[in-house]
């Protein structure tokens, strides 16, 4: 398999993803600007998100991938479906309980994450209305994460990455078709959600009866649970769960203290997340689904060298390519959120207040999209208490950070405390590869770095001399002006970057990789 070519259509999937998404923030920014009701839908969003993280994506596929690998590889695609059938009833069944259980228990859950919201009546009540109606989404996409797990061991890789697109769809189509028609217009994105979650979970199932790996659900779970390898499953992914959920308990927590902060802090924060989410999507994200897989294989097969290289690889791509997007995020952070999302109901207090969250996750983009690279290298030996260990300490030191940053700078604190903890997560991540003999470098890092920080300074400088020609909050007036600009500004920024990195000697085709 080539890896480059792979990386490269994983990536243009998720690329069309984000910029869908971005469309879909665009028009929800005009739409609803940032007001309590927005910051009502971002919390209640964010519980499923939550919920789906930790059992779904983020721990189930840690467990499950590198042990449906083992099957396919060793015992053959019969025990493989067999895993497959059992595992599904199980998460199925937990997920129905789950999802009952969040509507029930919505209020207080509410009530637990966003105290600020208390105060409000009719918002706290408007928040637990869609938090009660998006709770199934959680379920959908369970089966999106299985499915994912299960078409990306058989190097299927497109339709997982196009998956959220669909989401975006609905929300496009939630934000101009529905929304005019509601009493309450922010329902229609809870609304979206709903019919989302459908979407994507309907979309997996032709991909998985093209390889003969649709789920059969059975109707007694308890049978699944005696199967040797659910059980493997949920031993490896119980401390993958804590893991998870020291990021989001994390996440949790900044949330409620950005609730109890100005109104429109929680959708500033969501904002400036939505543009970070582009490059730690297309590239950790990316690299972090395609490396997953191969590295299982390497490892099953006894290739110490292979797997070192394979991870040699992300990261060296991992810094070639996510370092200009930091410093892009911390130069031209008012070009980019003026131009965006600086209409209608998105004033220019608003435009001021993105930025400067978009500045503090600029600070720990690289540590954010190297965890996604590096935490893979554990997950793929089925070492998982390793990334638990570090995901505890980082959640107690982003929280110590937060005292400190916080009182200085408001809600920005929160994204920089976010930011910085990823950075000491990937230090450690990386720490413990190279300590455990893991992962070695290979050969040409000194040198590599010396151009990079060449072409890194060029950059920035021609990114602060360009945006500084131009009044960004005043092109409002002329949008098309406007986003000639930030087209202009993101042109000079490519080519100082990249054409210092010709002139010092990189070739891209030194970057392409073959999998065994």
């Not at 007001?35 to 059992?55: E, G, H, K, Q």
């Not at 699944?224 to 119980?238: E, P």
């Not at 900044?254 to 902060?261: D, E, H, K």
Request: net charge positive.
């Amino acid at each position: 398999m080539n890896l480059h070519k792979t990386l490269a259509a994983v990536s243009g999937m998720t690329m069309v993803s984000r910029v869908t998404g971005l469309i879909r923030e665009i028009l929800f920014a005009r739409a609803f600007g940032a007001s309590a009701y927005t910051d009502a839908f971002n919390i209640a969003f964010r519980i499923p998100n939550l919920l789906r993280r930790l059992f779904a994506e983020g721990a189930f596929s840690q467990a499950f991938v590198p042990i449906l690998a083992e099957y396919k590889s060793q015992q053959g695609e019969e025990s493989a479906k067999s895993l497959v059938d059992h595992v599904a009833t199980v998460l199925m069944w937990t997920m129905l309980a789950t999802c009952l259980l969040g509507i029930i228990a919505s209020p207080v859950i509410i009530y637990l994450i966003a105290t600020g919201l208390k105060g409000n009546k009719e918002v706290f009540d408007a928040s637990v209305w869609m938090t009660r109606l998006m709770f199934p989404y959680i379920g959908f996409m369970a089966f999106v994460a299985l499915s994912g797990g299960i078409l990306n061991t058989w190097r299927e890789f497109k339709i997982p990455a196009f998956t959220p697109v669909l989401l975006n769809l609905t929300f496009i189509g939630g934000v101009l078709f529905l929304a005019p028609h509601l009493q309450q217009p922010i329902y229609a994105m809870a609304i979206a959600v709903l019919i989302g979650g459908i979407l994507q979970m309907a979309i997996q199932i032709p991909a998985l009866m093209r390889i003969g790996m649709l789920p059969r659900l059975a109707m007694n779970p308890l049978m699944s649970l005696r199967d040797d390898g659910v059980r493997k499953v949920l031993r490896k992914m119980g401390p993958a769960v804590f893991a998870v959920s020291a990021a989001q308990i994390s996440l949790m927590i900044n949330t409620n203290i950005a609730s109890r902060l100005e109104s429109g802090s929680v959708s500033w924060l969501s904002y400036a997340d939505r543009l970070m989410e582009f490059p730690t999507a297309l590239l950790g994200v990316a690299l972090g689904t395609i490396l997953l897989p191969s590295l299982s294989k390497a490892n099953f097969e006894g290739n110490k060298e292979e797997y070192s290289a394979l991870l040699d690889w992300g990261l060296r791509l991992t810094f070639l390519l996510a370092l200009p997007c930091a410093v892009g995020l911390a130069t031209i952070s008012q070009p980019l959120t003026a131009t965006l999302f600086h209409y209608g109901k998105f004033d220019a207090l608003s435009v001021a207040m993105t930025s400067k969250a978009l500045i503090a996750y600029g600070v720990g983009l690289l540590g954010l999209i190297l965890v996604k690279i590096l935490a893979p290298g554990f997950y793929a030996q089925q070492n998982i208490k390793t990334p638990v260990k570090i995901a505890v300490g980082v959640l107690i030191a982003t929280q110590l950070m937060n005292l400190i940053f916080v009182p200085w700078f408001a809600h920005a604190g929160l994204a920089l405390s976010i930011g910085l903890g990823a950075c000491l997560n990937a230090g450690f991540l990386y720490w413990g590869l190279r300590r455990r003999g893991i992962y070695t470098a290979l050969p040409g890092w000194r040198i590599f770095f010396i151009r990079l920080a060449g072409a890194l300074l060029l950059m920035a400088g021609v990114a602060s001399w360009t945006a500084a020609q131009f009044d960004w909050v005043a092109l409002h007036a002329v949008p098309l002006q406007r986003v000639g600009a930030l087209v202009l500004v993101l042109a000079a920024c490519g080519i100082s970057y990249f054409g210092a990195l010709l002139a010092m000697g990189f070739r891209f085709r030194d970057f392409k990789r073959i999998a065994n």
